[in-house]
């Protein structure tokens, strides 16, 4: 089940888990979206199911999951890679409003969905869950400080889950990504100014693609990473080590 799948990250990662030969569910806010990527999987020959929900809903996305357990009978792998990050603003002008609403999606949502999965996942012997972190967690980044602090809080969760289910074979991982070319960086990647600020910090001197992220997204779902827990695998174009 990927998670915000609709789009950018999460669209590369269905389309990759497919043609690794995972069946996948599709969600997100957008329905069109969802059923766009399912209609793309299945012209690749894969297969593919669609769910609507709102992540900041906690009761919505637990019955998103359950649903989707129930038609397909099992769930081996939750990407839990919806976020959002719409404010750009110092931390001395940031709002309750835009820290709660940040939160409630990368944060506090993120933790209710995988909490909903792991019931299901724990109870039939584990699986692996893949969040969607951000190299800025562990950076200082300008203007960002809702969200960044929401993915450190992904980072601690990742690792804190991955101890407490280790025994139960289930591993949770999360994938840091730095800048990507997705709707979410369009605003900095077409101002000039911004974008060669960014690609100056970044040595390998451009934006990464969403099939780089997928396909180590389809690594840690898969047996390939079964020794594999508690890890956040940055991919950065060396941007962290900078
Ligand atoms: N792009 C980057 O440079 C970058 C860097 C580091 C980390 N990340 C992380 O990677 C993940 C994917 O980012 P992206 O760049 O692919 O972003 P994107 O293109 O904006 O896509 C975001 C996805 O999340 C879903 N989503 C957003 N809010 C949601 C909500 N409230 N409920 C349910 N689904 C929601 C969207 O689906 P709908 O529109 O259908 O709701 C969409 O599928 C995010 O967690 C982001 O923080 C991205």
Redesign the pocket.
């Known amino acids: 089940m990927v998670?915000?799948?609709?789009?950018?990250?999460?669209?590369a990662c269905c389309l990759d888990l497919t043609r690794a030969g995972a069946t996948v569910v599709v969600?997100?806010?957008?329905a069109e979206?969802?059923h766009a990527v399912v209609h793309d999987v299945r012209a690749g020959g894969g297969e593919a199911t669609a769910a609507v929900?709102?992540?900041?809903d906690v009761d919505a996305t637990a019955r998103t999951i359950d649903e989707a357990y129930a038609v397909h009978g099992r769930l081996d792998g939750l990407v839990a890679?919806?976020?959002?990050?719409p404010y750009f603003v110092r931390p001395e002008k940031v709002t309750t409003e835009e820290w709660d609403t940040s939160m409630g999606?990368?944060l506090r949502?993120v933790f209710f969905a995988v909490q909903a999965a792991a019931r299901h996942m724990l109870a039939t012997g584990g699986g692996s869950v893949v969040t969607?972190?951000?190299?800025?967690a562990q950076r200082g980044t300008l203007r960002g400080l809702p969200?960044v602090a929401a993915?450190g809080g992904v980072d601690a969760m990742t690792r804190t889950l991955a101890v407490e289910w280790a025994d139960r074979g289930m591993r949770v991982n999360a994938v840091?990504?730095?800048?990507?070319?997705?709707?979410?960086?369009e605003g900095l990647r077409h101002h000039e100014s911004l974008r060669e600020m960014v690609l100056r910090k970044v040595p390998a001197g451009r934006?990464?693609t969403?099939e780089e992220?997928a396909a180590l997204v389809t690594f840690l779902v898969s047996d390939a990473s079964a020794y594999i827990t508690g890890q956040v695998l940055t991919a950065d174009g060396g941007f962290a080590v900078a």
Request: charged share 15%; proline share 2%; net charge positive.
């Open positions: 998670l915000g799948g609709t789009r950018g990250i999460g669209r969600t997100g806010r957008s979206n969802a929900h709102d992540l900041s890679n919806a976020g959002m990050n999606v990368n949502g969607m972190s951000s190299v800025t969200y993915k840091a990504p730095g800048y990507v070319e997705t709707d979410l960086t934006f990464g969403v992220i």
